[in-house]
């Protein structure tokens, strides 16, 4: 069965401290990663993508890595602001497949 | 663009009320995706559907049906509510032909409670 595990599950950081999740899945075959921001009271909306080449991508502040022999990727978020307090959900899709799995997210809070 | 939208974004049901949560989209995407989000849980998938006049089940569709005779929208049908189906209910969507970026597009959400 696919399965996508996230670490931690919750977090709290001070406001300019650098953080980094971590996602494992089990997912086969693999066809590619995102990584989801989710504000409280809001739908998710995609940070990254990470298909099966790609090692490191970067949007911002945020940096995502992908090892796809241990199956593992992680999302370092840098110098967090306030606006960065939210569920961070990691999705993997399966090759061929219309049905991304979804983990069940980090909450992250920053603190001033 | 306003991308998904989803009505009504709170309701109370008592148990054994119907009601239908709509979803639309305005930027001609093939599928369309119903999850509900419990609390601390991730977000499961009720129904799906890869175009119009065509439905498929998810991970947990029962209690819910779905229709989809339109390419813009995609109702979700609540027979019967049980309190088991208090969530927090999303709709998304994604373009069948987005050159292998698989982003999904959600909407605000529709926070439903049965009591």
């Known amino acids: 069965k696919n399965q996508v595990e996230q670490s931690p599950q919750s977090l709290i950081i001070l406001e300019g401290k650098n953080c980094t999740l971590q996602c494992n899945y089990t997912v086969s075959p693999f066809s590619n990663l995102r990584w989801y921001k989710q504000d409280t009271g809001r739908g998710p909306v995609s940070l990254t993508i990470?298909?099966?080449?790609?090692n490191t991508k970067s949007n911002g502040r945020y940096t995502a890595t992908l090892d796809a022999d241990t199956k593992q990727s992680s999302l370092h978020i840098t110098a967090s602001q306030l606006s960065d307090s939210a569920s961070y959900i990691c999705v993997v899709l399966s090759g061929g497949s219309y049905i991304p799995t979804f983990g069940r997210g980090t909450s992250l809070i920053v603190h001033p | 663009n306003a991308g998904v939208t989803q009505t009504p974004k709170f309701r109370i049901l008592k148990i054994g009320q119907s009601m239908t949560l709509q979803c639309t989209q305005d930027?001609?995407?093939?599928?369309m995706y119903w999850y509900r989000q419990d609390p601390g849980m991730g977000l499961k998938l009720i129904y799906y559907s890869v175009g119009a006049g065509i439905t498929d089940k998810g991970e947990v569709p029962n209690g819910y049906n779905v229709s989809r005779s339109t390419t813009e929208d995609f109702p979700l049908r609540l027979e019967l509510a049980a309190p088991s189906q208090t969530s927090v209910y999303f709709c998304?969507?994604?373009?069948?032909?987005?050159?292998?970026?698989?982003?999904?597009?959600f909407g605000p959400g529709t926070r439903l409670t049965v009591t």
């Open positions: 930027m001609n995407h093939n599928y």
């Open positions: 998304a969507s994604r373009d069948a032909w987005d050159r292998g970026t698989y982003e999904q597009y």
């Open positions: 990470m298909t099966f080449s790609e």
